[in-house]
């Protein structure tokens, strides 16, 4: 029973907190099976920390409180970074507020399995310990790196390869910020009582700005796609920028080519006018059931891609919206 309390104890805050997360973003930006991969990242990224630091500080000949002031928190941070890195580069994170969420997932994973670990070495510890490890350390974790994701996601716009570059900010915070909760370990209760304060404030205060902006790249998202679809299928496109341009690169490729080029135009904006709209009506309280067409209209967008060729799809970059957010929805829409 001790063991379950001690359990309970260090382990529910975090995920109650991230849960909260969950449930404040009003657009339903990250799918449940999202979620669970990224705390499953954070579990591997604390096993991988295990083994770095088991081997690191006998090297580095420190004592166990400078090593987890100044040496830890640069190799934990870093290995729960990787997995930012990766969603970055997968485009799997199209807003700050999904970023947050992701990160506080990987913190969440890592707190798990460093509080279980603790919980085996030290099977006597007292309440009091579990509390400030739940309510402090847990929370610690999933917050700096939900600070680190939304930094670099702040950073990064472009699609593909991500500068690593990007990362150090974020990750310069989340090093310090850890650094500094390990400083404080000989004041516990005041440790734990700034984490609880301060980040929660913090995340409101970046969750009602990223919905804001959420919001606003709907609406102009919306109308300029639905312009150009209608454009398309009324036969009108060669009065709009994208039928212009087209028109002038005409020459450069054969015409069944050009053809696809207006399909391939057609289909990305009716995908993005049907991811938008999944994610207002989540927002509206409703959960939208999968589309079966979809599928379909997939595999025709590779095959479209194909036959285009990279050159062709190089000539047509300007008009396919390939930032990250655009790409982001395609991903939301294909993992439905």
């Given at each position: 029973?001790?063991?379950?309390l001690a359990v309970a104890?260090?382990?529910?805050?975090?995920?109650?907190?991230?849960?909260?997360?969950?449930?404040?973003?009003?657009?339903?930006?990250?799918?449940?099976?999202?979620?669970?991969?990224?705390?499953?990242?954070?579990?591997?990224?604390?096993?991988?920390?295990?083994?770095?630091?088991?081997?690191?500080?006998?090297?580095?000949?420190?004592?166990?409180?400078?090593?987890?002031?100044?040496?830890?928190?640069?190799?934990?941070?870093?290995?729960?970074?990787?997995?930012?890195?990766?969603?970055?580069?997968?485009?799997?994170?199209?807003?700050?507020?999904?970023?947050?969420?992701?990160?506080?997932?990987?913190?969440?994973?890592?707190?798990?399995?460093?509080?279980?670990?603790?919980?085996?070495?030290?099977?006597?510890?007292?309440?009091?310990?579990?509390?400030?490890?739940?309510?402090?350390?847990?929370?610690?974790?999933?917050?700096?790196?939900?600070?680190?994701?939304?930094?670099?996601?702040?950073?990064?716009?472009?699609?593909?390869?991500?500068?690593?570059?990007?990362?150090?900010?974020?990750?310069?915070?989340?090093?310090?910020?850890?650094?500094?909760?390990?400083?404080?370990?000989?004041?516990?209760?005041?440790?734990?009582?700034?984490?609880?304060?301060?980040?929660?404030?913090?995340?409101?205060?970046?969750?009602?700005?990223?919905?804001?902006?959420?919001?606003?790249?709907?609406?102009?998202?919306?109308?300029?796609?639905?312009?150009?679809?209608?454009?398309?299928?009324?036969?009108?496109?060669?009065?709009?920028?994208?039928?212009?341009?087209?028109?002038?690169?005409?020459?450069?490729f054969p015409a069944e080519?050009?053809?696809?080029?207006?399909?391939?135009?057609?289909?990305?904006?009716?995908?993005?006018?049907?991811?938008?709209?999944v994610l207002m009506m989540?927002?509206?309280?409703?959960?939208?059931?999968?589309?079966?067409?979809?599928?379909?209209?997939?595999?025709?967008?590779?095959?479209?891609?194909?036959?285009?060729?990279?050159?062709?799809?190089?000539?047509?970059?300007?008009?396919?919206?390939?930032?990250?957010?655009?790409?982001?929805?395609?991903?939301?829409?294909?993992?439905?």
């Open positions: 029973m001790t063991t379950v104890v260090s382990v529910l805050p975090v995920f109650l907190f991230l849960a909260a997360l969950v449930l404040i973003d009003s657009y339903k930006l990250v799918a449940l099976r999202a979620i669970l991969l990224s705390i499953i990242a954070g579990v591997v990224a604390g096993l991988a920390s295990y083994v770095v630091n088991v081997q690191l500080r006998p090297a580095l000949d420190l004592d166990p409180a400078p090593y987890s002031m100044y040496v830890a928190p640069v190799v934990e941070e870093a290995l729960k970074a990787a997995f930012v890195l990766y969603l970055l580069h997968r485009s799997r994170v199209g807003f700050v507020v999904d970023a947050a969420i992701h990160g506080f997932g990987i913190g969440t994973g890592f707190a798990l399995l460093e509080n279980l670990y603790y919980l085996r070495v030290n099977p006597d510890a007292t309440l009091w310990t579990w509390i400030v490890r739940g309510f402090g350390t847990a929370i610690m974790h999933g917050g700096a790196t939900a600070i680190l994701a939304m930094v670099s996601k702040t950073l990064h716009h472009r699609p593909g390869a991500v500068r690593l570059y990007l990362l150090l900010p974020g990750l310069s915070v989340a090093v310090v910020l850890h650094s500094l909760y390990n400083h404080f370990l000989l004041q516990p209760l005041l440790a734990t009582a700034l984490i609880v304060l301060v980040f929660p404030w913090l995340s409101i205060a970046v969750f009602q700005h990223s919905e804001r902006e959420t919001g606003a790249w709907l609406g102009a998202g919306f109308d300029t796609d639905q312009e150009l679809l209608r454009a398309v299928r009324s036969g009108q496109v060669s009065a709009t920028p994208a039928g212009r341009y087209l028109h002038t690169v005409r020459s450069s080519v050009i053809v696809d080029m207006l399909c391939l135009l057609r289909l990305r904006a009716e995908l993005a006018i049907h991811a938008k709209g989540r927002e509206a309280g409703f959960d939208p059931a999968p589309d079966p067409a979809l599928k379909d209209k997939f595999e025709e967008l590779r095959y479209l891609e194909r036959s285009i060729g990279k050159t062709g799809l190089l000539a047509l970059h300007p008009f396919l919206h390939t930032s990250t957010r655009d790409l982001w929805q395609l991903n939301m829409l294909n993992e439905a």
